[in-house]
């Protein structure tokens, strides 16, 4: 199916597990974004890649590992996971139209709990 | 630097009322500013968006219009729906820029 799709939905660890969120795009957009959704913060920036092989920090990336080798892929690693890190996280992504990214268009979420 | 404020919620409307979330915001620049509405379980999609000053983003029912002399996006519907019960984020991105940055985001609960 066309569209950006994050796996898995849910997904419970322990702490100092390593766990890898997978984000997957169809669009071939440039763009790709990493968010986590808290309580109280709304969406925070984790990381961003304005294209294959080009990653670089968000707001809050401590912690947090990303790559892209591919244009249609973003996994984000929690290298090694802390109960800080339990959240809702979202994969986003956006063309470059000639400029700075345009409408972002976002994936379900992951539900990431550490214990 | 660059930041988003909505007012805070959560907010409960009966079925008809008029909504109003605010939303101002603080660009160095010339920002292009959206709201997006999520939906109970799901990710975040665009409702509407204006690029330049003066600008009229409408969808849905919904609109909000760019005024750069107040740095706001206010977001109005004339009549709710219970259907309309959602999490609305106001959000901007700088011209130059490359990064999008997110107001905390303002429930709304329509009750029948």
């Known amino acids: 199916d066309a569209g950006i799709t994050q796996s898995p939905r849910y997904k419970i660890t322990e702490t100092g597990r390593q766990v890898t969120l997978m984000c997957h795009q169809t669009?071939?957009?440039?763009?790709m974004f990493w968010y986590r959704q808290d309580l109280g913060h709304g969406l925070r920036l984790i990381y961003y890649?304005?294209?294959?092989?080009?990653?670089d920090k968000g707001e809050v990336p401590d912690g947090y590992v990303v790559s892209r080798s591919k244009t249609e892929n973003f996994p984000l690693t929690l290298e090694s996971a802390t109960r800080s890190q339990t959240s809702v996280y979202f994969c986003?992504?956006?063309?470059?139209?000639?400029?700075?990214?345009?409408?972002?268009?976002f994936g379900p979420g992951t539900r990431l709990t550490v214990l | 630097g660059n930041s988003v404020t909505q007012m805070e919620g959560p907010v409960t409307l009966s079925e008809e009322a008029f909504l109003t979330i605010n939303c101002t915001y603080t660009?160095?620049?010339?920002?292009?500013l959206f709201w997006y509405v999520q939906y109970p379980g799901e990710g975040l999609q665009l409702l509407l968006k204006?690029?330049?000053?003066?600008d009229k983003g409408s969808n849905k029912g919904f609109e909000a219009t760019y005024r750069k002399e107040t740095t706001s996006f206010h977001l109005e519907k004339g009549s709710v729906q219970v259907s309309d019960s959602a999490v609305y984020f106001c959000?901007?991105?700088?011209?130059?820029?490359?990064?999008?940055?997110f107001g905390t985001g303002t429930s709304l609960t329509v009750i029948p």
């Open positions: 959000a901007l991105i700088e011209n130059t820029g490359n990064q999008f940055y």
């Open positions: 986003a992504s956006s063309e470059l139209a000639g400029g700075p990214p345009d409408t972002q268009y």
């Open positions: 660009a160095t620049g010339y920002p292009s």
């Open positions: 669009w071939s957009h440039s763009y």
């Open positions: 890649s304005a294209a294959a092989d080009i990653t």
């Open positions: 204006a690029t330049k000053a003066d």
